[in-house]
């Protein structure tokens, strides 16, 4: 059942800890909060899981209000960051726990948990105890414990973030899936932009605790309505420069310059502001020249993030395969300025 | 500072009555090179604690011994090793300042304070600590607290080892750039063997010179970053480093050929011969790309990642992932993939066999 914030805020005495919010979540895909710590992500979904009241605003699920209605008479499950499962129940127990609340026979208790055990690869461990399994099988405990309760809206707040990263790589193929057949709103928070992407649905960008823009992800990533949208999904973060405009030329500092494309030429002269993503910015290639410093080059087995001081601005460039530099060395990138964002001053977005 | 040897060297945990010992710590030889910086990377279970006791001297192994510039330091307590460690958590004392955070290791050993001021300060400006020294440490952030532990083991000039435990665990992930970039400055400034366990691989192939993987107890390869993503010895460590993974697929051989369900693969590196036992081709991602004419496959999947698309193809069971331009075209109609021959290694029961992409 989709879910619809209209107008909601949360102050909590002379703080504003979500400014107001109007945002519809369907069913059947994901729909991701992406946002840095204190981004508001997690109070967000406190507000639609009924924890926490909105101090102005209604909260919707299908055509029933449901603002200020209690947690327990709502059809949420949440999974959280930590694994949070029954420390004395086996495997089996918590996740029949929901079903033995709910008073379902214990006949169709036993079949729905052998069902999800089976769906998450815990048929081995129904007998064991949480602390006598790694962390992905507690973390798939506590998601077979929220997909058995069968609810209309499952809140997933960095259900990932503290498991191994070839294990998430797997868990972030598997989770669309689990979820694919249920009819379920899922909710699914995370600061990681790759995270996002690879989830696909659709993103809300946040920052300090208001949503900056939302929408279908890939279309987020490649048009940000504004350098704010563009920040949050980056990661290494976007390289942002002022530049003056002069005619049809572009100036980055006094050194740097270039040819400005259609839909920026006609714009009036004066300054601007341009991201490029660090992808687009590459030690080898055509297009604008620019030299830098280097502070770091991290290498990520498949990529090289290479961070660069470039008039001024600190930005990054990431390159497939390995590119080894040497701390402060002098080192030219490229980039094509057709890849660039340009902004106005307000830091919307004019063309791309 | 010393170069360390392991000879031989394995481990087992008493095992419970009646069983047999399992080794959480296959045989070990290997050398760390003075001043060099190594990173022990692998799973959780995969032995590189273990390890890192057995350095430290927290642990005396069951079997082999270990050298330090030659001499014999198997049964030597960690005091007499002279090694310094840095640990996950932040290890200060909260009622000291930041200065005599730093101190206390050298003032332990008797150093004149006149010596402990030059050296708190110049660690201190390394770690951009300067202003903060007069602080007490309880009014930092978790970083702050770690950046501390960080100098504390970087402090002492007489090491003959530093070694980090997973040392940027509770860093925020936007600031664990800075600090590794931070570590990595340190390394080429001071020149002490470094030895960094972590699972994380951006970690360690930022960090280290030479990474040493290690599974299921054993040491499985050790490399230089690019060798380790080019030519992984074992399909674990091609599994383990790169996302996504080395596609590694059934194969047979046809005179040291690799044919794949009946189509003949091209590789550089083919083997000897034909061999028995678990044959597999692996081919990392980035290494297979659409063809006019190659292995007919069906697409499941394709995840635009911004950057670049890994596209999900299947042929008969088999799934085969690649990496894909962000602007570049998936076909439509019968879509055919090849590989690079340069970087298609052929398995034998998990390790690689014939020779070595450049």
């Known amino acids: 059942m989709a879910i619809e914030l209209r107008g909601v805020s949360l102050r909590v005495g002379a703080q504003t800890h979500i400014h107001e919010t109007t945002l519809a979540l369907e069913p059947g895909q994901f729909n991701i909060l992406l946002g840095t710590t204190l981004s508001g992500k997690t109070t967000l979904m406190r507000l639609m899981a009924g924890l926490e009241k909105p101090s102005a605003g209604e909260i919707w699920t299908g055509d029933e209000n449901v603002t200020g209605m209690p947690v327990q008479k709502r059809s949420v499950a949440m999974v959280y960051q930590a694994f949070i499962n029954y420390p004395s129940f086996s495997v089996y127990d918590n996740i029949a726990s929901p079903l033995r609340v709910a008073g379902l026979p214990k006949p169709e208790i036993d079949r729905q948990v052998r069902r999800f055990a089976e769906l998450l690869q815990l048929t081995p461990m129904l007998n064991r105890l949480p602390s006598e399994l790694s962390g992905g099988q507690q973390q798939r405990t506590a998601l077979a414990r929220a997909l058995v309760k069968g609810a209309e809206l499952v809140l997933l707040d960095e259900p990932l973030a503290n498991l191994d990263y070839k294990l998430r790589e797997e868990l972030r193929d598997e989770l669309p899936k689990l979820f694919a057949d249920t009819g379920a709103t899922v909710v699914y928070a995370t600061s990681e932009p790759l995270e996002a992407l690879m989830l696909g649905g659709h993103t809300a960008t946040l920052k300090e605790g208001r949503v900056v823009q939302f929408g279908p992800t890939s279309k987020i990533y490649r048009h940000p309505d504004t350098l704010e949208s563009a920040e949050v999904f980056s990661d290494p973060p976007v390289n942002t420069a002022s530049i003056a405009k002069r005619g049809n030329r572009a100036f980055l500092g006094e050194a740097i310059s270039w040819e400005l494309p259609d839909g920026v030429r006609d714009l009036p002269d004066g300054e601007y502001r341009i991201a490029l993503r660090p992808h687009h910015l590459q030690p080898a290639g055509n297009g604008v020249e620019v030299e830098g410093e280097i502070q770091i080059a991290e290498i990520s087995g498949s990529e090289s993030i290479v961070r660069v001081n470039v008039a001024g601005n600190n930005w990054v460039s990431e390159a497939h395969g390995i590119h080894s530099y040497e701390y402060g060395q002098r080192a030219q990138f490229h980039f094509d300025p057709a890849r660039c964002f340009y902004f106005d001053t307000a830091e919307k977005l004019i063309a791309t | ?358």
């Open chain 2, 1 to 358: 500072m010393a170069r360390i040897e392991f000879k031989q060297v394995r481990h087992a945990y008493p095992p419970p009555p009646g069983q047999e010992p399992v080794y959480a710590l296959k045989e070990v030889d290997q050398v760390w090179e003075d001043g060099g910086a190594y990173a022990l990377l692998g799973p959780s279970g995969c032995g590189k604690t273990t390890l890192l006791n057995i350095i430290s001297g927290l642990l005396t192994p069951s079997e082999g011994s270990i050298l330090f510039d030659g001499e014999e330091v198997t049964r030597l307590p960690t005091v007499q090793r002279q090694i310094a460690q840095v640990f996950q958590f932040p290890v200060v004392y909260d009622t000291m300042t930041v200065y005599d955070n730093l101190a206390f290791p050298l003032r332990n050993r008797g150093i004149a304070e006149d010596r402990v001021r030059a050296r708190v300060e110049e660690i201190a400006t390394m770690l951009d600590l300067t202003e903060r020294l007069r602080q007490r440490a309880a009014g930092l952030t978790a970083d702050g607290k770690q950046k501390i532990s960080l100098g504390r083991g970087l402090v002492r000039e007489d090491v003959n080892a530093i070694l980090f435990d997973e040392p940027l665990t509770v860093i925020d992930p936007h600031l664990k750039w800075q600090l590794r970039s931070k570590l990595k400055e340190l390394h080429q400034q001071i020149g002490v063997t470094m030895i960094y366990v972590t699972h994380d691989q951006v970690e360690a192939l930022t960090f280290a010179d030479r990474v040493v993987v290690m599974y299921d107890g054993a040491v499985v390869q050790v490399g230089t970053p690019v060798e380790l993503f080019n030519q992984p010895n074992h399909t674990f460590v091609g599994y383990f480093i790169g996302s996504p993974g080395m596609n590694v697929l059934p194969c047979e051989l046809d005179q040291g050929r690799p044919v794949f369900h009946g189509l003949p693969v091209d590789t550089r590196h083919p083997a000897s011969g034909d061999l028995g036992g678990k044959l597999e081709i692996g081919v990392r991602p980035e290494f297979v790309h659409f063809a006019d004419r190659g292995i007919p496959v069906r697409i499941e999947k394709v995840e635009d990642l911004g950057r670049y698309q890994v596209v999900t193809a299947l042929h008969e069971s088999d799934t085969i992932k690649m990496v894909v331009g962000e602007d570049e075209q998936v076909p439509a109609e019968n879509p055919q993939i090849a590989f690079d021959p340069e970087y298609t290694l052929i398995y034998h029961d998990d390790w690689v066999v014939g020779g070595q992409a450049s």
